[in-house]
Every structure is written in C-alpha cells, then in structure tokens.
C-alpha cells in the first residue's frame, strides 16, 4: 500500500510539473500546451477544409487538364509519358522534400511557410495559363505547383491535433473530407470553363479560386499559446531518424502507402482520359472522374463517426 501511495504521489507531482512547464523530477523539461478542443479550433477547421480544397482537391482536376492536352496535342511535342510525368511532379516533387519543409517550419511561423506555399501555387497557376512551351507547364503546372501543394499541406497538417483532442477524429475527417469536395468542384467546373473559354482561362480561374480561398485560410490560421513557440525552441530537428528508418514496421507502412498512393494516382489522373477514349464526351469524363473525389468526401466523413 505504501508503494501504492509513492506512485500515486509520483503521478501527481509530476503532473502538476507538466501543467507548469517546468523541469521534472528526473530533470527533463517539460512543456504542456493546452488543448481547447473546440472553440476558435472550428475555425482552425474551416482552414484545414480550406487547404484541403484548394491543394489536393485543386490537384485532383489536373484528370481534366491531362484528358484536354491528349485530346488535343496542345503543346508541340508532348506525349502521354509528358503529360502524366507533369501531373505526377505535381503530386509528388514538393512532398520529396518534406524533410526540408518541416525543418522551416521549426524555424519559421507557420504562416509564413503557409504563405510562401500559397504564393508558389498563385505564380504556377498563372505562369501556366501563360505558358505556350512543353518544358515551361514542365516547370508550372508540374514543378513550382507541387512546392506550393507541399508548403501549404504538410504545415497544415499540425493544426488539428493543437485545438481538438477529443474530438480530434472527427475534426481530422471533416477537414480531410475538404479534398473531396475541392475535387468535385474543380472537376466539374474547370471543365466547364475549358470548353467555354479554354485552358488558359480555366486555369487563371483555378489561380483566383485556389488563391483566394487558402488566404482566407491563411488569416484564421492561429497556432495555441506560448507553449508551441518554446517547444519548436527546445525542438533539435534531424534530417533522418535512424532509430525509425531501422524499424522493419515502418518499411512495410512506406511500402503500403506507397503502392497505394500509386494506385489513387493512376486512377484519379486517368478515368477522364480513358472515358473520353470510350467514345464519351469530355464532360461526360469529369462526371466520372469527380466521382473519386465524391468517394473520398463520403468515406472520410463516415470513418470520422466510427
């Protein structure tokens, strides 16, 4: 029983410790920071669905742009390997270097990488509605687009866990969801543009949406209290953690991620195309390829209830 005791008072100073953020009895500094879980946080989510819309919902209509530049050789030269290498530098480039955009954010705001993110999105958006030349939609609408996706989703990501704990779940599958409802709309609505105006419209419209909204997002962004600020201090970044990478564990969630990102990919870039290549019309194609993003908008809003 008086060991019993010992512990219980162990656990109790120890959290008394924690809530003050101070050194604990074993030396080590800790830093508590308050989880509101709820409050200003539903604005936090409304951001997080606004990133989501405007970054991987925004990429998922690239399905149009790719059936548009097959069906109508749009730039000299180009081939199918042309096309789908651009849309998967898109996805893919600015996510490479993820290692590098958490150690900014470490040293950074939040906001700030948010915004170089928004800002390279903005610039590759409108350069390529300009873009007249292979090895510039190279540039723009693979390369410079998939540093914006990266610098304004990986960021992002962190917001939730800091407002919602027990909610958390449910706040992580309406936010997510965000994509999927980005991905109906620039689906639906950039095809529609495309065929009235062209793709040099449909793209500066895509520019205006995706700009427009992740700055609104961008200004309800708030991270909570001191307490992040002085972990991110105390915080020493490692560029590889050798401990995780020798984990056998985590080699086959790298490989289960990584053939099923393949598969969503292929899927997601290919089912306008290969409508169309049925004899269907193109609109007719972006009904079918928004019907991922409709998938996806259902799936993470029921998983976020179960």
């Not at 081939?79 to 040293?107: E, N, R």
């Not at 939040?110 to 090895?135: E, K, P």
Request: glycine share 12%.
């Amino acid at each position: 029983m008086s060991e019993e005791r010992h512990e219980d008072h162990h656990r109790d100073v120890e959290n008394k410790l924690n809530l003050n953020g101070k050194d604990d009895i074993n030396g080590n500094t800790s830093i508590s920071i308050e989880v509101p879980d709820g409050g200003y946080g539903w604005f936090i989510l409304l951001a997080f669905i606004l990133y989501n819309f405007s970054t991987w919902g925004a990429n998922s209509g690239y399905a149009i742009y790719l059936a548009h530049y097959l069906e109508n050789n749009t730039f000299a030269g180009g081939s199918k390997l042309d096309y789908a290498s651009i849309g998967g530098l898109a996805f893919s480039c600015g996510l490479f270097f993820a290692p590098v955009i958490t150690w900014l954010y470490h040293i950074f705001s939040i906001q700030f990488i948010i915004g170089l993110g928004i800002l390279f999105q903005g610039a590759a958006l409108l350069l390529a509605a300009f873009s007249v030349t292979l090895w510039e939609i190279y540039l723009t609408q693979g390369v410079l687009i998939g540093f914006g996706l990266a610098f304004i989703f990986i960021p992002s990501v962190t917001l939730i866990p800091l407002w919602f704990r027990n909610k958390r779940s449910l706040a992580s599958g309406i936010g997510t969801a965000g994509s999927g409802l980005g991905g109906i709309v620039f689906n639906l609505g950039m095809q529609s543009i495309l065929q009235k105006r062209g793709v040099k419209w449909a793209l500066i419209a895509q520019c205006i949406i995706c700009t427009s909204l992740s700055t609104i997002a961008l200004m309800l962004t708030r991270t909570t209290h001191q307490g992040l600020r002085q972990h991110k201090r105390s915080y020493k970044f490692e560029l590889l953690d050798y401990d995780v990478l020798s984990n056998f564990a985590v080699w086959l969630l790298f490989g289960f991620v990584s053939f099923a990102m393949l598969g969503y990919v292929v899927l997601l870039y290919s089912l306008s195309d290969f409508t169309v290549s049925l004899g269907y019309t193109s609109k007719q194609g972006s009904y079918v390829s928004c019907m991922v993003s409709v998938g996806s908008a259902g799936t993470t809003n029921c998983g976020s209830h179960c």
